[in-house]
């Protein structure tokens, strides 16, 4: 009888005891809404921000509705307008590009690597086309980011990342978010932290901040805010910054502040998940690992193989027989996205170029969640069965 696994790839922890007694503070006071707090009180997304900014060393932070909330923000607090070329890469989730079409500008698509990180001769290439790089993280692969601002710099390009794949990790010293000049990362079920839906922008440019906060929708009751700039700041703005109401409330941040002080010890298990994982694939005839550059440290939230060059057909027949084995993968090379899974030329909305040596990629990306409900010996279940179901495929079907 062939192993069988039988747990959800989509089953997250519950939420940490103390983030249900925070949660069930506000509740009980019924002050939810961010602003609404008592005399004295600072409130817990005012906290927040104040703890999230200290976490990544960033001077100013603000809590906001979701991830994509937080990237379309950012867009606009640096000022990019309708028309506008921004760049981004061309693997990455529907709400990078969504972002950049939800303020009237248009994707510029940079290429993947086999490392699954942006194309950095493909991004000096086109770095003339564009002032901003939206620049995903995806699936926390982390490109050498020393020699990605290099680029951007001498171009004058700003760089707003998009940490929905790394937050907890850490390029040579410096935690992902921190290179550029905004980061934004997600809080969303499926991410590192968890209140359902949520986002996060830290920045260290005042009037960038002083933006952000006037756009999330602050009532000019920005000082109430624990990591914003000075009042002054906001007088130079506040009259020319929209509302586009995106706010977080004090009972996703009651939920987040507690699983924020535990981030380090959760990206260790896993990051245990994933070598046990990745241990087990190594060396599956016609399966590629993808090795992560050592000066940055990843979560391994989810993990990524290639099966490069293999007929599609080959492909969907390993998926089938790995989730008729309780195995859940997903592919980046079907013709149409399914769930999570879609790519640059899914986005009808923004014009693309065939890129060829990306789409070789796209075509051999699979994808696979690892929530931290898994143990390690599930994770090692796992990994014999997609190196089994695999290596079959590979040996009688694929080319
Ligand atoms: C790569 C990437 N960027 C941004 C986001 C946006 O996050 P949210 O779902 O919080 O809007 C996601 C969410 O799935 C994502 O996967």
């Keep these: 009888m062939s192993e069988r696994f039988t747990g959800s790839f989509t089953q997250q922890e519950p939420i940490p005891d103390e983030g249900i007694a925070a949660a069930l503070d506000v509740l009980r006071s019924g002050r939810l809404h961010r602003y609404n707090v008592a005399e004295g009180e600072a409130g817990e997304a005012a906290l927040l921000e104040q703890e999230f900014a200290a976490q990544v060393g960033a001077r100013y932070c603000l809590a906001v509705a979701s991830g994509g909330y937080a990237l379309g923000c950012a867009l606009r607090a640096v000022g990019v307008q309708p028309g506008e070329p921004v760049l981004t890469n061309a693997f990455t989730l529907a709400p990078v590009p969504g972002a950049i079409a939800s ?5 510029v698509f940079v290429g993947v690597t086999e490392g699954l ?7 000096a290439a086109k770095a003339g086309q564009a002032r901003v790089l939206m620049l995903s993280h995806m699936r926390g692969h982390l490109c050498d980011m020393d020699r990605l601002m290099a680029i951007c710099d001498a ?7 998009d940490c929905a794949h790394t937050m907890g990790a850490v390029w040579d010293g410096v935690p992902s978010g921190r290179h550029g000049a905004v980061g934004c990362y997600s809080m969303q079920t499926y991410k590192h932290v968890n209140s359902g839906e949520g986002g996060l922008l830290v920045t260290d440019d005042e009037a960038l901040a002083a933006r952000a906060v006037m756009l999330s929708g602050s009532y000019m009751l920005y000082e109430r805010h624990l990591a914003a700039p000075r009042p002054e700041v906001f007088e130079t703005i506040k009259f020319d910054t929209p509302n586009v109401s995106g706010r977080m409330d004090n009972l996703r941040a009651a939920i987040l502040r507690p699983q924020l002080r ?9 990051n245990d998940r994933y070598r046990v ?5 190594r060396d599956t005839p016609g399966l590629r690992v993808v090795d992560r550059d050592p000066r940055g440290r990843f979560v391994g939230s989810s993990i990524q193989f290639l099966l490069l060059d293999w007929a599609p ?12 084995r309780g195995v859940e993968l997903k592919w980046f090379g079907g013709s149409e996205p399914v769930g999570f899974t879609s790519r640059y030329d899914s986005w009808r909305y923004a014009p693309s170029q065939p890129m060829p040596s990306t789409d070789r990629v796209l075509r051999g990306i699979v994808d696979m969640r690892l929530p931290l409900t898994f143990s390690l010996d599930d994770c090692a279940l796992i990994a014999r069965i997609i190196r089994a179901e695999i290596g079959a495929v590979f040996q009688g079907a694929a080319p």
């Design 313 to 324: 057909e080959a492909v969907q027949e390993a998926l089938r027989r790995c989730a008729a």
């Design 103 to 107: 303020v009237g500008a248009v994707p």
């Design 117 to 123: 990180v942006i194309d950095l001769d493909d991004l």
């Design 262 to 270: 535990a981030l380090e010890g959760q990206v260790t298990r896993w």
């Design 277 to 281: 994982v990745e241990e087990g694939l």
């Design 155 to 161: 171009a004058g390009i700003t760089v707003i990342e």
